[in-house]
Structures are given as C-alpha cells and as structure tokens.
C-alpha cells in the first residue's frame, strides 16, 4: 500500500493535469461562444479567462511541488524547491484570483447600480495585497498569528464580496440572479471553513509555539532560510493538518476560477 504522501501527491499531480486541460478547454468553448456577449461583456471575460490562466498554473506548480511555508518543509528535494519561490508564486496566483472577483464586483455594481458592490470592487483587491504582506511576513519571522491575520483578511474580503453580491442581486435579471446566488453559496462555505478550520488552525500553532518559548526570526534571517532548499519531509503528521486546505485550494478554488469566465453578462431586471 503506497503511503498517504505518494497517494495525496499523486491526486495532487493528477488534479494540475485537469486543470490545465480544463482551462483550455474553457478557452475554446469562450472563443467558439464569442457572438453570443456583447463586445465589451466579452472583453471582460477574456480578462477573466487570463487571470484564471495565472492562477492555475500557480496552483499547477503548488500542486508538483507542495510546500509548508513555516516550517520550510516539502516533498521533493530539487532546485526550485525553495520557500521564496513557492510563496511567490502564490502570491501571483492569489492577486490574480482576488482580481477576478474585483472585476465581477465591478459588473455588478455597473450592471444594478449597486454603490456598495462598485466600492467593495475597488477595495477587494488592496485589501488582499495587504493579506500577502502579513503572509509574508508570516513566513519570514515564522511567526503563525501574521497568518492568522492574513486568512482573516481574506475572510473579511469574502464577506465584504458576498454582501455585495446580495445587494446586487434583488436588481438584477433572473439569470444574473441564478449566478450571483453560487456566488453568495460559494462565499458562504469558503467564510464558513475559513473561521472554522483555517484561522482557528493558525492560532493553535502560534499559542503552541508560545507555550513552547518559540523564538521568531527577524526578516532579514528569515529571507535567508527561504532562499535556501525546504527541508525534505514526507512524514504524513508533519503535512496532515495543512492537506485539506491545500487540496481544497488546488481543486475546488481553480475549478471556481475557470468558471468565472462562462458567467452570462450581468443585467438589472429593467433590461
């Protein structure tokens, strides 16, 4: 029996494999239903599109090469196998995706004339860059509690993302309608995980490295340990609680995220 490491690796590389012909698949069928949104609907969603592409090939790279960023851990010892490089990427791949929500937001609030959706748009994607700061500076200093704080950012930009979509949607036509509630249904369980597993997971290992008399880095020490090679872990307690976020993030979110561009052009119920 292989060990859960190699099997969850293995779904992991299968599921980027998916992804990637996934989204190339949704390219095709966006080009061949050009004619079907007006112009500038259509220019949109191919900024959608692209802002997918970014993300799965992000999550793709993730996927091949996991990694824990605290404790610089990760499954394969190779030349890229570096915190700074998987922590870049990430933070590529997680603006792009933050984007494309900003960008619906965008619609909507143009479409319904929703003052609070055209304000949550502009506010959605600076809020997320400051997330990426405290991650990293989470993962220089190892210090968990900065990711706590990064995670409920992101949990506050779902809520501020889910509210405005429930603003727009008494205003819209009933197809925009059926989209913006698996946008709020969506919203919902994301927040709904994010307070009750990810944060609170955060803030267990940041009072348990309290209790241990855990000494931070400084930046500057920690920039060094993450451009040097992870260390090689393949024990299954040091990956088990992080699997199901990070399977989650690999499937489910990119899955999400090529969606976004198929969405029907959102309309208000007097058109």
């Given at each position: 029996m292989p060990d859960p490491w190699l099997t969850w690796w293995l779904v992991l590389c299968a599921a980027a494999v998916v992804n990637v012909a996934a989204w190339r698949y949704s390219a095709l069928t966006l080009d061949r239903h050009a004619a079907?949104?007006?112009?500038?609907?259509?220019?949109?969603?191919?900024?959608?599109?692209?802002?997918?592409?970014?993300?799965?090939?992000?999550?793709?790279?993730?996927?091949?090469f996991p990694m824990v960023d605290v404790p610089r851990h990760c499954l394969h010892d190779t030349w890229i196998s570096r915190v700074f490089v998987g922590r870049s990427v990430a933070t590529v791949a997680e603006l792009a995706f933050?984007?494309?929500?900003?960008?619906?937001?965008?619609?909507?609030?143009?479409?319904?004339?929703?003052?609070?959706?055209a304000a949550v748009s502009l506010v959605l994607l600076p809020l997320i860059a400051v997330a990426e700061m405290l991650s990293w500076y989470a993962v220089l200093t190892a210090n968990y509690l900065f990711h706590a704080a990064e995670n409920s950012l992101w949990t506050a930009g779902?809520?501020?993302?889910?509210?405005?979509?429930?603003?727009s949607r008494p205003a819209s036509d009933r197809?925009?309608?059926?989209?913006?509630?698996?946008?709020?249904?969506?919203?919902?369980?994301?927040?709904?995980?994010m307070v009750a597993v990810d944060v609170p997971m955060y803030l267990a290992r940041w009072r348990a490295d309290l209790a241990a008399?855990?000494?931070?880095?400084?930046p500057g020490a920690g920039l060094r340990e993450v451009l040097e090679r992870c260390v090689v872990t393949r024990d299954w307690a040091a990956w088990r609680d992080d699997?199901?976020?990070?399977?989650l993030?690999?499937?489910v979110a990119v899955w999400i995220s090529i969606a976004l561009a198929h969405m029907p052009p959102l309309k208000a119920v007097r058109q």
């Amino acid at each position: 029996m292989p060990d859960p490491w190699l099997t969850w690796w293995l779904v992991l590389c299968a599921a980027a494999v998916v992804n990637v012909a996934a989204w190339r698949y949704s390219a095709l069928t966006l080009d061949r239903h050009a004619a079907r949104f007006p112009p500038d609907v259509y220019e949109t969603r191919r900024m959608l599109l692209w802002l997918s592409a970014i993300y799965v090939l992000g999550c793709g790279f993730r996927s091949v090469f996991p990694m824990v960023d605290v404790p610089r851990h990760c499954l394969h010892d190779t030349w890229i196998s570096r915190v700074f490089v998987g922590r870049s990427v990430a933070t590529v791949a997680e603006l792009a995706f933050a984007a494309q929500w900003a960008v619906l937001l965008r619609e909507a609030g143009a479409a319904t004339g929703s003052r609070f959706a055209a304000a949550v748009s502009l506010v959605l994607l600076p809020l997320i860059a400051v997330a990426e700061m405290l991650s990293w500076y989470a993962v220089l200093t190892a210090n968990y509690l900065f990711h706590a704080a990064e995670n409920s950012l992101w949990t506050a930009g779902a809520v501020l993302a889910v509210t405005a979509f429930a603003a727009s949607r008494p205003a819209s036509d009933r197809r925009s309608r059926w989209f913006l509630a698996g946008a709020i249904l969506c919203g919902v369980g994301y927040v709904a995980f994010m307070v009750a597993v990810d944060v609170p997971m955060y803030l267990a290992r940041w009072r348990a490295d309290l209790a241990a008399g855990h000494q931070y880095l400084s930046p500057g020490a920690g920039l060094r340990e993450v451009l040097e090679r992870c260390v090689v872990t393949r024990d299954w307690a040091a990956w088990r609680d992080d699997v199901p976020w990070l399977s989650l993030y690999f499937t489910v979110a990119v899955w999400i995220s090529i969606a976004l561009a198929h969405m029907p052009p959102l309309k208000a119920v007097r058109q």
